[in-house]
C-alpha cells in the first residue's frame, strides 16, 4: 500500500508510471495508447499515525468522497472526518453520455457511501446544509444541528444558469449535464425523434464541466443516430473559438467518422430559446431543432456561493490556494473539485487528485507542518466516439511558483493518436480504477 508521502512523490510526469505499477491501476491494454488512474486500491485497516483533527466535508461527490477516504486512510483513528451529503446515491457523470445511447444504465453509474463509512470509519450524514459559519467554525443543518470542525472541506460540483426562455420549460427541454433523471428524460427524447430529424446541442464558454463532455456526447448521440434515425442530424452550437479539448481527436470525428452527421458551429452563443417552437435565436441566427439539448453557463454549487466571500473568481468560482485548496478569502475553509477557480480542469479525475493534495495538506497542517510546496496533480479521460472506439487525453499539472498556479508540464500532456477499439476498453478499466478510488 502507497502512503500519502509516496503518492504526492509519484504523482509527478516523470514518476506517473511508477505511480500505477505501486498502486496497481492503469488502463488494462497495456497498449502505446492506454492511459490509467493511479488508484491506491481500498483496505479494511485504517493505519495509526498519530493525527488528529476534526474536518467536515459538504458533499458526496468525487472530491468530496475521495478527501474523506484518505483523511481517515493516511491520517488515522485521530481524524474525526464528517462527510455531509444530501443524496444517498452518488451518480457518476462520467460515462454518463452512454446512458443516451442504452450502452449504460443509470443503476451502473450509482455508488454509495457505505464503504467509506464500514473500511474508513468515514462519519456519514444524510442531510441539507443550511448555513457555513466561519467564525465559529460550525456547519449549520437544516434539521438545526451542527457540525463543528477544525478544518472544512467544501465540494458541492457545480450549479446551473437558467437560459432565457427556459425558465417554465420544465422537462420539455433539458441540459442533463448533471447526471440523473434529466439524463433519463434526453434519452426518451433521442428515443421519441423520427429519420430526418435534428438533435441541437450547446456548449458553453469555458470553464465548464468536462471540457471534452459536449463534443462527445454530440459523437456518441451521432454514431446512435446513423444506425436508427435515417437522415438525422447533430447541430452543435459552441460559444468558444474552436474545439476546447483533444481537438485533433473531435475534427477528425466531426470531419470523418460523423462526416454528414455532425454540423458544428464556432463562436455561437444563445439570446433566447423557445420552447414552445424549438427555437433559439442565436448570434448565428434563428435554429429550430426537434429535440434541444442546451449546456447552460455553470457556477460554484450553492453553499459555496452562499458562503460570503468564498466566489472571489469571475463572480463566479471559489478562489483557492492550490497548495492547500484553502481559500484565498476565508480562513480554514477549503474548496475542492469544480467549485474552485484553479487553472485545472472540472473533471472527475482532478477533482480526485485535487482531494489528495487537500487531504495531504490538512494532515500537514494538523502535524504541526505546511503544505507540500510543490504539488503535482494529473487529469485523464477518455471519450467514446462511436459505439465501440474512444479516444484519451491526459495533462499532468505542477505548482508554478510564479503565477501560484498548476500549470500543464511541457511533454507530459497528449492525447490518443488514433481513435480505437483498444481505448474503448481501456476507458472502462480506467473507470473502474477511477471510481474505486474515491468509493471503495
Not at 30 to 57: C, E, F, L, Y
Not at 148 to 174: C, H, N
Not at 315 to 334: C, K, L, M, N, Q
Not at 368 to 381: H, L, M, Q, R
Request: glycine letters at 12%; a negative charge.
Amino acid at each position: 500500500m502507497i502512503d500519502r508521502r509516496q503518492f504526492v512523490t509519484l504523482l509527478g510526469a516523470g514518476g506517473l508510471g511508477m505511480l500505477l505499477n505501486a498502486c496497481g491501476g492503469g488502463g488494462g491494454g497495456g497498449g502505446s495508447d492506454a492511459v490509467g488512474t493511479g488508484g491506491t486500491g481500498s483496505t479494511n485497516s485504517v493505519p495509526t499515525s498519530g493525527t488528529s483533527g476534526r474536518v467536515v466535508i459538504v458533499g458526496g461527490g468525487m472530491a468530496g468522497a475521495t478527501a474523506a477516504k484518505f483523511l481517515r486512510l493516511w491520517g488515522g483513528s485521530g481524524m474525526d472526518v464528517t462527510l455531509v451529503e444530501r443524496d444517498r446515491q452518488y451518480q457518476s457523470n462520467i460515462l454518463s453520455n452512454l446512458v443516451l445511447t442504452g450502452q449504460r444504465t443509470m443503476a451502473s453509474l450509482a455508488y454509495t457511501h457505505a464503504q467509506l463509512a464500514s473500511a474508513y470509519g468515514v462519519k456519514v450524514v444524510y442531510g441539507e446544509v443550511a448555513e457555513i459559519d466561519p467564525a465559529g467554525k460550525r456547519v449549520l443543518l437544516a434539521d438545526r444541528s451542527n457540525l463543528p470542525y477544525d478544518r472544512l472541506i467544501l465540494a458541492p460540483g457545480i450549479a446551473f444558469d437558467t437560459l432565457p426562455g427556459l425558465e417554465g420549460a420544465g422537462d420539455s427541454i433539458v441540459h442533463a449535464w448533471q447526471a440523473g433523471p434529466q439524463t433519463v428524460t434526453l434519452q426518451q427524447q433521442l428515443a421519441g425523434m423520427n429519420a430526418g430529424e435534428v438533435f441541437v446541442m450547446t456548449i458553453p464558454k469555458t470553464p465548464y464541466r468536462c471540457p471534452p463532455g459536449p463534443y462527445e456526447r454530440a459523437c456518441v448521440v451521432a454514431d446512435w443516430l446513423k444506425t436508427r434515425k435515417a437522415g438525422a442530424k447533430v447541430i452543435v452550437l459552441d460559444a468558444n473559438a474552436s474545439i476546447a479539448a483533444e481537438p485533433a481527436t473531435f475534427e477528425t470525428a466531426f470531419n470523418f467518422t460523423h462526416a454528414g452527421v455532425i454540423e458544428y458551429h464556432t463562436g455561437v452563443t444563445i439570446n433566447h430559446i423557445d420552447p414552445s417552437t424549438r427555437t433559439l435565436d442565436t448570434s448565428a441566427g434563428l435554429i429550430r431543432g426537434d429535440v434541444l439539448n442546451p449546456i447552460p453557463p455553470q457556477r460554484a454549487g450553492a453553499i459555496v456561493s452562499n458562503t460570503a466571500g468564498l466566489v472571489n473568481v469571475n463572480g463566479r468560482w471559489a478562489g483557492v490556494d492550490v497548495r492547500s485548496y484553502e481559500s484565498t478569502a476565508v480562513a480554514g475553509i477549503h474548496v475542492i473539485g469544480d467549485a474552485n477557480g484553479s487553472t485545472q480542469p472540472k473533471a472527475g479525475h482532478i477533482a480526485n487528485a485535487e482531494a489528495k493534495v487537500c487531504a495531504d495538506a490538512i494532515l500537514r497542517i494538523f502535524a504541526g507542518g505546511s503544505p507540500d510546496p510543490s504539488p503535482v496533480t494529473n487529469s485523464a479521460c477518455y471519450s467514446p466516439i462511436t459505439a465501440n472506439t474512444a479516444s484519451w487525453l491526459t495533462v499532468v499539472f505542477a505548482y508554478d511558483t510564479v503565477t501560484g498556479t498548476m500549470k500543464a508540464v511541457p511533454g507530459a500532456s497528449g492525447e490518443a493518436s488514433s481513435i480505437n477499439r483498444e481505448n474503448y476498453d481501456d476507458m472502462f478499466v480506467w473507470f473502474n480504477n477511477l471510481m474505486g478510488d474515491s468509493f471503495a
